[in-house]
C-alpha cells in the first residue's frame, strides 16, 4: 500500500541553522500538506501546496517557512533561521485530487529538536 | 473559522468495556469529519470519515462514529476495547466551503486511550 514517507526522522540543529525537511508524497496525490505538532499540544496546520504553489498558509508560516517540490516527487519545508519555539514534531500529509473525498494520508513525521 | 474540542484528554477503559471518545465540532459551512489514531512513534493513520450521506461510520479495527448534527458532535465508539487500542486519537474537521477550500484539517486536542487487563 502507498504510503508518505519522511526524512529524517529525527533532527537536531543549533538555534539559527536552516533545516530542510523531507517528505515523499503518495505518487497520484496533488495536495501537499505540513503540520506541526509541539510537544503536549495538539497538531496544526501550517501549509498547503496545489499545483505548485501555496494554496493556503497559517499566521505560524511566517517568512522563516518555504516550501518546494523541487523534482515531481519530494515535497519539502525549509526552515532557515530555527528558534527553540521551532522544535515541534513536523508532518507531512498528501491526498487525492477528488473534491468528494478530504481525507489525508500522513507521513511518520519528522522529531526537529532545536538547540 | 473552524474549531474542534475533544472531551478529556485521557480515557483509561478495562479490557472489554465500551470505548468512547467525545468530540465536538464548530463549523459555519457542512463539516468533512475525521477521526486519526496516532500508536507510539508513528504517523497519524486514518480510522474513519464522514463527508456526506449515511450519519453513522465505519472504520478500521471496529470503530465507527456518528455524525450528529444537532449536536455538533462526532463521537467515536468502539463496542469492545482491545489492548492494541491503546493510542492517541484525534478528532478533525474540514470542508469545502464554496468549492475554494484547499482541505486543511483542524484538529483537536487529542485523547489519550488507556487499556487495562
Known amino acids: 500500500e502507498p504510503e508518505v514517507t519522511q526524512t529524517p526522522s529525527h533532527q537536531v540543529t543549533q538555534m539559527g541553522q536552516e533545516v530542510i525537511l523531507r517528505c515523499v508524497p503518495i505518487?497520484?496525490?496533488?495536495?501537499f500538506y505540513w503540520y506541526r505538532q509541539i510537544l503536549g499540544q495538539k497538531v496544526e496546520f501550517l501549509v498547503s501546496f496545489y499545483n505548485n504553489e501555496i494554496s493556503e498558509k497559517s499566521e505560524i508560516f511566517d517568512d522563516q517557512f518555504s516550501v518546494e517540490r523541487p523534482d515531481g516527487s519530494n515535497f519539502t519545508l525549509k526552515i532557515r533561521s530555527t528558534k527553540l519555539e521551532d522544535s515541534a514534531m513536523y508532518f507531512c500529509?498528501?491526498?487525492?485530487?477528488?473534491?468528494?473525498?478530504?481525507?489525508?494520508?500522513f507521513g511518520p513525521g519528522t522529531r526537529l529538536t532545536v538547540t | 473559522a473552524q474549531s474542534v474540542t475533544q472531551l478529556g484528554s485521557h480515557v483509561s477503559v478495562s479490557e472489554g468495556a465500551l470505548v468512547l471518545l467525545r468530540c465536538n465540532y464548530s463549523?459555519?459551512?457542512?463539516?468533512?469529519l475525521f477521526w486519526y489514531v496516532q500508536y507510539p512513534n508513528q504517523g497519524l493513520q486514518l480510522l474513519l470519515k464522514y463527508t456526506t450521506g449515511a450519519t453513522l461510520v465505519k472504520g478500521i479495527n471496529g470503530f465507527e462514529a456518528e455524525f450528529k448534527k444537532s449536536e455538533t458532535s462526532f463521537h467515536l465508539t468502539k463496542p469492545s476495547a482491545h489492548m492494541s487500542d491503546a493510542a492517541e486519537y484525534f478528532c478533525?474537521?474540514?470542508?469545502?466551503?464554496?468549492?475554494?477550500?484547499?482541505?486543511?484539517?483542524?484538529f483537536g486536542q487529542g485523547t489519550i486511550l488507556t487499556v487495562h487487563p
Open positions: 500529509a498528501s491526498r487525492k485530487t477528488s473534491s468528494s473525498s478530504y481525507e489525508q494520508y
Open positions: 478533525a474537521v474540514t470542508s469545502n466551503a464554496g468549492g475554494t477550500s484547499y482541505g486543511k484539517l483542524t
Open positions: 463549523s459555519s459551512v457542512p463539516p468533512y
Open positions: 505518487s497520484n496525490h496533488l495536495y
